[in-house]
């Protein structure tokens, strides 16, 4: 490459003025941190080593561009002139605003900054470069009183630094750049790893949920067969889990502030009397009114029903609402005679659900009561044998709802567990 006179005498002129500095120790010129440049290989020096080196760091070595910046014409001609001999392109600017144009409009692998310059500053560029230009590489330029500086620079963000006066053999620079070059390089190695891993645990998490769904959709398929169980052993009250199911579902929306609470909600009144299933047939399919001891049998339901579902993570919560259904505020109820708020909010729901559809459905013992009668009844009852609120938030209900919900258990067929959000239709709220 030919390099013009201008050049030559300006390179000669700094050969001259550093040249104690050659033969001077290398920790002397660069405050200790060139010790180990000069006892690298000599590949450094090789324009052909550094365009290795370089190419490690780019995909395209011949288009390497080095923005040189600096405010003293004659220092950006000098190393200009050791970037050539190195076998790099360079761009070069006279100060901070220049540079931050030049990277705009320019495919720049490198910046070398003097450290003062008017304006923008060495300091004040890099900060710039970092923010818009995050793998750039960068080197800082200072004098032999800055070397703190320089330091500085590196824990501020740059890749290196370099000492002026320039040693101008090209192993100082290109032993900079190769080893700021081979940094990044293995940055955007990094880089790359951490964006295909977080591919790789995006699909896997994907993959995971797939099969979270399907499982849950069997979960729901489980819940259906065990309240269909239930309704078809006690065929009296045939539909009963399903109405009793949906008239929570409404009552619970129309209180709000319960939607993190509607799944559990909605398995615990669907699977409320799976306890009955160790009831005798004799007690349980009894026309007439039970004796005390036939009512201590069928009694055990909510504790049967609880200690079968308890153990199972996923209806744990549901469980609460199963061993509690029977439960009312003024402590009347079964089994354990609990009173107001000892009560899930999900067991205070239910109960009203609950007697209000077995006051609504025919027995062996009477037929259906009206559904203005059964409401009368729940309205008595606010306050002593219900929760005031759920009572009062069930008469507010539309009565035409009740009525919709009872022509539905003809007609429903599949997925009724997955209906709390939607009425008929839908999937089970999300936990």
């Given at each position: ?5 201008q ?5 000669a ?9 050659d ?8 405050f200790?941190?060139?010790?180990a ?28 561009q080095v923005?040189i910046v600096?405010?003293?014409p004659?220092?950006r ?10 076998g790099?392109?360079?761009?070069k ?8 144009r ?8 490198a910046?070398?900054s ?10 004040e560029?890099l ?7 995050p793998?750039l590489v ?15 620079a ?5 890749d290196?630094?370099?000492?002026k006066?320039f ?11 190769t080893?700021?070059?081979h ?8 880089e790359?790893?951490?964006?295909g891993?977080?591919k ?8 995971l ?6 499982i ?23 539909g009963?889990?399903w ?6 579902i409404e009552?619970?929306?129309?209180m709000?502030?319960?939607e ?6 909605a ?24 004796t005390e001891e036939?009512?201590?049998?069928m009694q ?5 029903g ?6 199972i993570?996923?209806l744990?919560d549901?469980?609460?609402?199963i061993?509690a259904?029977?439960?009312?505020c003024?402590?009347?109820g079964?089994p ?17 659900a ?6 609504t459905?025919d027995?062996?013992?009477?037929s259906?009561l ?9 309205e008595?009852g606010?306050g002593?044998l219900y ?7 069930f008469?507010?209900?539309p009565s035409?709802?009740?009525?919709d919900i ?6 429903f067929k ?9 009425g ?8």
């Amino acid at each position: 490459m030919v390099v013009p006179l201008q050049q030559e005498t300006e390179l000669a002129a700094v050969q001259a003025a550093t040249w104690d500095l050659d033969v001077a120790p290398r920790e002397y010129c660069t405050f200790g941190r060139e010790k180990a440049v000069a006892t690298e290989s000599e590949e450094a020096t090789n324009p052909a080593s550094i365009s290795g080196a370089v190419a490690a760091g780019s995909p395209h070595c011949s288009t390497i561009q080095v923005l040189i910046v600096d405010d003293e014409p004659s220092a950006r001609n000098v190393l200009g002139v050791v970037l050539a001999q190195i076998g790099l392109r360079c761009e070069k600017a006279a100060n901070g605003e220049e540079a931050l144009r030049i990277l705009e409009t320019r495919q720049i692998d490198a910046v070398i900054s003097d450290l003062h310059m008017p304006g923008i500053s060495g300091m004040e560029l890099l900060a710039k470069v970092r923010r818009l230009y995050p793998h750039l590489v960068f080197l800082m330029v200072t004098g032999m009183d800055d070397v703190r500086m320089g330091i500085q620079a590196m824990q501020e963000g740059a890749d290196d630094y370099l000492v002026k006066p320039f040693q101008v053999e090209a192993q100082v620079v290109s032993g900079s750049l190769t080893r700021a070059l081979h940094k990044k390089r293995l940055e955007e190695e990094v880089e790359r790893y951490r964006h295909g891993l977080e591919k790789i645990v995006a699909e896997q998490t994907q993959q995971l949920r797939e099969a979270l769904s399907q499982i849950e959709r069997s979960y729901e398929h489980t819940l259906e067969a065990l309240g269909a169980a239930i309704d078809l052993r006690d065929s009296p009250t045939a539909g009963h889990s399903w109405r009793v199911f949906r008239y929570s579902i409404e009552i619970a929306k129309g209180m709000g502030g319960l939607e993190h609470q509607l799944r559990n909600i909605a398995m615990g009144a669907w699977l409320h009397d799976i306890g009955k299933l160790g009831t005798p047939d004799a007690i349980l399919l009894k026309p007439g009114p039970l004796t005390e001891e036939e009512l201590q049998i069928m009694q055990r339901h909510a504790q049967i029903g609880y200690d079968l579902v308890k153990g199972i993570t996923f209806l744990a919560d549901a469980a609460e609402i199963i061993f509690a259904h029977h439960e009312r505020c003024d402590g009347s109820g079964y089994p354990r005679g609990l009173k107001g708020k000892e009560i899930p909010i999900g067991a205070q729901i239910f109960s009203v659900a609950d007697t209000f559809d077995a006051m609504t459905s025919d027995r062996p013992y009477r037929s259906a009561l009206p559904f203005e009668t059964a409401s009368e009844v729940i309205e008595r009852g606010a306050g002593k044998l219900y929760d005031e609120q759920v009572a009062r938030t069930f008469l507010d209900i539309p009565s035409q709802t009740w009525v919709d919900i009872r022509g539905e258990t003809a007609a429903f067929k599949v997925f009724p567990v997955a209906a709390a959000a939607n009425g008929a239709s839908g999937r089970l709220p999300e936990p």
